[in-house]
């Protein structure tokens, strides 16, 4: 079965640095959530899309903005990047609100 | 606001059963989630359970739900070295998932 896909798998960048990361939800699911995992935390909401429009907030640093697109994939854009940042970035999808099927992550590596 | 509680760490031998205990706070959660992560790996969903429900019973997992105590707990039957994983609790709060601290389970063969 289809699953979330994202990518890049890895990314390395500098401080102040811009990041674009990119999930592609499972087909016909019409939701999109993206999480930050700290080292040894557990992973935190950030902010999701429900039909194209900002359906919650979490802790989203204003230094992150996110958008979905008419083909339902997200992209989570990153500016300004501090160390504090350095984190896997997961993205997830559901149909309806329901439940969420998650992708495998972006490993974000600020140096 | 919405908190979720679990054990850090379980250490059983293989064979064995687990149990994987969890608190939430939000009384009107109406789902309660059970996702496994590998070492660097990412989050895969195990089971859930609705919040009307007492048990599921999915293959060697149990989910076993006390909403008075707001208490849930995944039981694995028969661990396997390959369930060494971090297991993370989740309720449904707010259209959004609230993650536990998640618990390390060791398996010794």
């Known amino acids: 079965a289809a699953g979330v896909i994202q990518s890049p798998r890895h990314l390395i960048k500098e401080k102040r640095e811009t990041a674009t990361l990119k999930c592609y939800p499972i087909p016909r699911h019409d939701t999109v959530y993206w999480y930050q995992q700290g080292p040894g935390q557990d992973p935190q909401f950030l902010i999701s899309?429900?039909?194209?429009?900002?359906?919650d907030k979490g802790s989203i640093p204003d230094r992150f903005s996110a958008q979905q697109f008419s083909d339902y994939h997200s992209e989570l854009n990153m500016s300004s990047l501090e160390l504090g940042d350095s984190a896997l970035y997961f993205c997830?999808?559901?149909?309806?609100?329901?439940?969420?099927?998650f992708g495998p992550g972006t490993r974000l590596t600020v140096l | 606001g919405e908190d979720v509680e679990q054990s850090l760490f379980l250490s059983v031998r293989e064979g064995d059963s687990s149990v994987i205990n969890c608190t939430y706070t939000d009384s009107s959660s109406t789902y309660l989630y059970w996702y496994k992560q590998e070492p660097g790996a990412g989050l895969q969903l195990l089971t859930y359970?609705?919040?009307?429900?007492d048990m599921k019973q999915d293959q060697r997992l149990t989910v076993l739900l006390n909403k008075k105590d707001k208490h849930l707990s995944l039981r694995i039957a028969d661990t396997q070295t390959g369930d060494s994983a971090i297991y993370f609790c989740a309720e449904w709060y707010g259209n959004k998932l609230v993650f536990g601290a998640g618990t390390i389970l060791r398996v010794k063969s």
């Open positions: 997830a999808s559901s149909r309806s609100k329901d439940t969420q099927y």
């Open positions: 899309f429900y039909e194209k429009m900002q359906s």
């Open positions: 359970i609705f919040s009307n429900m």
